[in-house]
């Protein structure tokens, strides 16, 4: 699925979603990325790695409410060659990565890290994030580079 993007604003933060078979977490991702404060500066990029089901559907879900395209893999690769093919298809200033499983906490979570790099003329920030076990209990990583 790739969207028309004449007619649309030029996004000033792309995030890019690697996704292998993520059907069962990928709608959560893409919610709390609609729930951000500057979706309309925001377009969303599935990197789709040769899924046994592609995310049209999906997307198609989540259209009315941002930006989202999907790119798809010739060849099932690593989490990295996805990121790549997700960035070649990038239009932001900003890129942000996000694996299909991942979920942003708050609403103004992508204002936040923007206004850091600008305020701060830095080009890359991260953040600490949780972790949920499979029992139910939570990891913070705060050292870790997201």
Do not use: W
């Amino acid at each position: 699925m790739e969207a028309n993007t004449k007619n649309q604003k030029i996004p000033s933060v792309s995030i890019i979603l690697p996704a292998y078979n993520a059907h069962n977490t990928i709608k959560r991702t893409l919610s709390s990325i609609a729930m951000q404060e500057n979706i309309d500066d925001i377009e969303v990029i599935i990197a789709d790695d040769c899924s046994a089901i592609g995310y049209e559907k999906i997307a198609e879900q989540f259209a009315h409410m941002m930006q989202i395209r999907i790119v798809r893999l010739l060849k099932n690769g690593v989490p990295g060659a996805a990121r790549q093919v997700g960035f070649d298809h990038s239009r932001g200033k900003y890129i942000m990565y996000m694996d299909a499983d991942d979920t942003l906490i708050s609403a103004d979570t992508i204002k936040v890290l923007r206004a850091v790099m600008d305020e701060r003329n830095m080009d890359c920030v991260y953040g600490k994030f949780l972790e949920e076990n499979e029992d139910g209990s939570i990891y913070p990583h705060e050292v870790h580079m997201v």
